[in-house]
């Protein structure tokens, strides 16, 4: 009974998504750009924070710029079908989903890609579509794969580009890299990142009930705390069931790619379940 009793509080707590911390800015409407080096790569590690965008943020536009068609196998023009039919599942329109093949940038596994070429390709979406918020890999890549460590470099030639020419510049904001202990941890990752942010927005709420008590009792002035962001004041978003389904059915419209250490990856991966961002500035 008491184990039935567990498995009901579990499976309820892990049910619905969970999402802390907001990309929107202070003029009311975000574009924001997932930029990734293959298809696949949306579904395999930013699956939760694309749902969880569509669902929260009404006021914020998702696009998504592929650099590569993954050609690396010679299924290039299948892969290209596939990304399209990936984003369709995770609700981004075929209007705002782009994907490149240049001679450049080619699914490579034992080669970097060129920041200036990549900062050139990207700059025609960013600035036509007025792009304001960029999202993709960390400096580690989730994977170690050096197309996706040379994404952010690209990004940051972008930014250093439009800031000399006076132009807006995005900001950009990259997904974090856990180690590889924490990276195969499969529902017990959505867990433990619930409980955590669940009991951040706890004290959050009780560090602020107890600034507005002595902003009362001395009469200093009140500062506030967003209950609503995480301990580390980054954005997190955390899966439910539903979500994790949802990717799970747009990683199927990579049929190419279902080979058995995928569905291994699918099943036991934390990046099917949470994501976790840091801003990257530029000076």
Known sequence: MIIFLLLSFFTAFLYLPFDTGSFTTTSGHTRVLILTAHPDDECMFFAPTILGLNATQKSLEISSLCLSVGDADGLGDIRRKEYHASYGVLGVPPERRWIVDNPDLQDNFTASWDSEVISSVIQNYVVSHGIDTILTFDYEGISSHPNHKSLPNGVMHLMRSLHKAGRPTPRLY??????????????????????????????GYLIRFAGQETALSTGLPLTMHDPEMNARGIPVFVSGIPEYLRAL???????????????????????????????????
């Open 174 to 203: 990259t997904l974090v890299t856990v180690p590889v202990y924490a990276k195969y941890t499969s529902v017990i990752a959505p867990l433990l990142a619930k409980f955590d942010l669940t009991l951040a927005q706890v004290f």
């Open 249 to 283: 059915r747009a990683m199927r419209m990579h049929r190419s790619q279902l080979v058995w250490f995928r569905w291994l990856y699918v099943s036991f991966s934390r990046y099917m379940w949470v994501n976790e961002w840091l801003e990257v500035k530029v000076h």
